[in-house]
């Protein structure tokens, strides 16, 4: 049976180059020289094709969609989109399952226990924080002032109830058994329909897309954090640190987050991966960010007004492309040096 074969040098420093390209683009787009801003139509250049000239002449190097837009500005903003967008969203995403995978993992059904006034006032707060996030994601500021005034009524109800005695005698929360049923439920629903459905009554900006994308795609982090916890849980290191009397807390994260991170080091391009595909997809649909919002995916999209502009297709496709393949030599050459014994 033939093995895969680890990433050579070359394609590894081929990988680094070109996202490293992307992150500078996305970063410093708004003071490169373009010679056209983004989201602004040539009315004398609608479909042009990719163009030649001097340095200085203002051509469309990589040719306009049928609006009259540069698709080399498009691109470079693009860049900027995708960093705005998708990295962030990774990032929570991979926060949300570290905390809730190391959470199921080490504590498991019954290992965490608080009083049962705290778990009161954190279900309390959930129900509340849910019944708001419509309003939150559409910036009314009234909306924000009621649930602020909701989450101090509820640290409040806590404090009343911690001091009573029913308030004060421990509870144990299945934890594992909750953070299962919410990844499993949460899987039951096709990702891009979730997200489509979310996009199509929420408006989507900056700051929601990416808290859209992460909350909809920590399962599976979770499940591989999970996994790992559970592994390292049963270790004597961690069987001795109980023994002392360590608390819970001090446990958790100087030897349980420590001993996961290698995963989530192997586990990060991928899902990196994932939030690229689905947030071009979304775009390309039509129902992501706002349609003058340059993107790779709307720009992909703007190829249906001209099915005869091959430049449309083939310059964001191929940065597309370029992209995940890095993400995945990276995938691989992670998975390779964690899976190395030392």
């Known amino acids: 049976m033939k093995t895969k074969q680890p990433v050579t040098p070359w394609q590894r420093a081929l990988a680094l180059g070109w996202l490293g390209l992307v992150a500078c683009l996305g970063t410093f787009a708004p003071w490169l020289p373009l010679p056209y801003p983004p989201a602004t139509s040539d009315a004398l250049a609608l479909s042009t094709p990719p163009q030649l000239g001097s340095a200085m002449a203002a051509v469309h190097w990589l040719g306009t969609d049928a609006l009259g837009r540069d698709v080399l ?39 965490l226990k608080m009083a049962r006034a705290y778990w009161l006032a954190l279900a309390l707060w959930l129900v509340g924080t849910l019944a708001y996030t419509p309003l939150l994601g559409g910036g009314n500021a009234a909306a924000y002032l009621q649930w602020l ?16 005695g029913w308030g004060q005698q421990p509870a144990a929360f299945p934890v594992d058994t ?80 420590p001993g996961i991170w ?41 190829a249906r007004l001209a099915p005869g502009n091959w430049w449309l297709i083939v310059f964001p496709g191929f940065s597309l492309v370029c992209t995940i393949i890095s993400l ?15």
């Not at 806590?158 to 001091?163: F, G, K, Q």
């Not at 897309?209 to 999970?226: A, D, F, H, K």
């Not at 640190?241 to 349980?256: D, E, K, T």
Request: glycine share 8%; with cysteine.
């Open 73 to 111: 500005t498009e691109l470079v903003f693009g860049c900027r989109t995708l960093l705005l967008v998708s990295l962030p969203a990774a990032v929570l995403l991979t926060l949300v399952g570290i905390v809730l995978g190391s959470a199921a993992g080490y504590f498991g059904g019954v290992g």
């Open 178 to 257: 909750v953070v299962l049923g919410a990844a499993a439920l949460l899987g039951s629903v096709p990702r891009l329909i979730l997200v489509l459905t979310v996009a199509a009554i929420l408006p989507l900006s900056f700051v929601s897309m990416p808290l859209l994308l992460g909350i909809t795609c920590w399962p599976g982090m979770m499940r591989l954090v999970r996994a790992e916890a559970l592994r390292i849980r049963q270790l004597p290191y961690i069987e001795a640190a109980r023994a002392l009397g360590l608390p819970n807390s001090r446990i958790v994260s100087r030897h349980v987050w």
């Open 149 to 164: 005034l909701a989450s101090g009524i509820c640290v409040g109800l806590a404090v009343l109830l911690r001091l009573s």
């Open 328 to 342: 995945r030599f990276l995938t691989q050459k992670q998975v390779f040096s964690a899976a190395t014994p030392k």
């Open 262 to 302: 290698p995963v989530v080091r192997a586990a990060f391009p991928f899902y990196l991966t994932l939030i690229v595909t689905t947030e071009t997809t979304i775009s390309f649909l039509g129902v992501g960010l706002p349609a003058e919002t340059a993107s790779w995916g709307h720009l992909l999209s703007s």
